[in-house]
């Protein structure tokens, strides 16, 4: 009985969201971009530091390079997986 009355109402006029599949999971990656973009930066600065304070002590210096090359190579990586899903989501739209 409650199928039968939830059938008869109109999405339209309760405004019920009609997102698609695309739309959720486009949302989710761009979540996860702006995340993961925001921890790389947070790396960089934190190597940032470690360099500074590293005073002659060549571990913490390699240390400290090794976390900035990584970092923004990921950044880097991050921004490419960003712009490719733009570009394929919006061959679909």
Known sequence: MFLAEAAKIDPGKVNIPKDSVVDILVGVLNGFYF???AVAVIVIILAGYT???A???PAKIAQAKNAMWYSA???IVIIIAFAATQFIVGRFR
């Open 35 to 37: 995340i993961s973009g």
């Open 55 to 57: 005073v002659y002590d």
């Open 51 to 53: 360099f500074t304070t």
């Open 73 to 75: 190579i990921g950044l």
